[in-house]
T-cell receptor
Framework: AQTVTQSQPEMSVQEAETVTLSCTYD???????LFWYKQPPSRQMILVIR??????QNATENRFSVNFQKAAKSFSLKISDSQLGDAAMYFCAYRSPRSGAGSYQLTFGKGTKLSVIP | EPEVTQTPSHQVTQMGQEVILRCVPI?????FYWYRQILGQKVEFLVSFYNNEISEKSEIFDDQFSVERPDGSNFTLKIRSTKLEDSAMYFCAGEAGRNTIYFGEGSWLTVV
């Protein structure tokens, strides 16, 4: 079974600065998807960014980018120019592709609580 | 981005009562899911639903739970006889088959 590990329970960043959240995962599959979800105090789960394992290029979405290291099974999220609205719980998640033999469910890490200091 | 909508946003129920949580997925979604998050813990998979039947379920999804899509739009999760440990945020999610799952805003269930 796949596992996802987020080793930083809490992080903080100064407004306008850059922060990197870590995520590692364990899998024997070669093709899969990785996601970062944001959960603000409202508790809604909001998709931030996604990465396909077969793509070498790191995904970016505005101020959010990832550093995907397939060999190291590492998938970190970088938030640039941090804003107060970025304060939330961030979850890393893994998913097998629908065409694969693995489970299609999302497997989540335990989350990293990000605080943004004004 | 179209939204997955869930009702109710919050429900308080007595232990032993039946609860139905409702979800309206995005119209082009084909796969539907329920996840739950106990306060302070990580998000856990409950069940996936495709083509009007369960395609996968976790060990959490025991006989007390059921899902259905009775009218082709609403997707419901029923808990037959709630227990205190069922208190959690329940998320409905949908997917159009492009390997990206979109979540609703969640239904917060409190069992007293």
């Amino acid at each position: 079974a796949q596992t996802v590990t987020q080793s930083q329970p809490e992080m903080s960043v100064q407004e306008a600065e850059t922060v990197t959240l870590s995520c590692t995962y364990d899998t024997s599959e070669s093709d899969y998807y990785l996601f970062w979800y944001k959960q603000p105090p409202s508790r809604q789960m909001i998709l931030v960014i996604r990465q396909e394992a077969y793509k070498q290029q790191n995904a970016t979405e505005n101020r959010f980018s990832v550093n995907f290291q397939k060999a190291a099974k590492s998938f970190s999220l970088k938030i640039s120019d941090s804003q107060l609205g970025d304060a939330a719980m961030y979850f890393c998640a893994y998913r097998s592709p629908r065409s694969g033999a693995g489970s299609y469910q999302l497997t989540f890490g335990k989350g990293t609580k990000l605080s943004v200091i004004p | 981005e179209p939204e997955v909508t869930q009702t109710p946003s919050h429900q308080v129920t007595q232990m032993g009562q039946e609860v139905i949580l409702r979800c309206v997925p995005i119209s082009n979604h084909l796969y539907f899911y329920w996840y739950r998050q106990i306060l302070g813990q990580k998000v856990e998979f409950l069940v996936s639903f495709y083509n009007n039947e369960i395609s996968e379920k976790s060990e959490i999804f025991d006989d007390q739970f059921s899902v259905e899509r009775p009218d082709g739009s609403n997707f419901t999760l029923k808990i037959r006889s709630t227990k205190l440990e069922d208190s959690a945020m329940y998320f409905c999610a949908g997917e159009a088959g492009r390997n990206t799952i979109y979540f609703g805003e969640g239904s917060w269930l409190t069992v007293v």
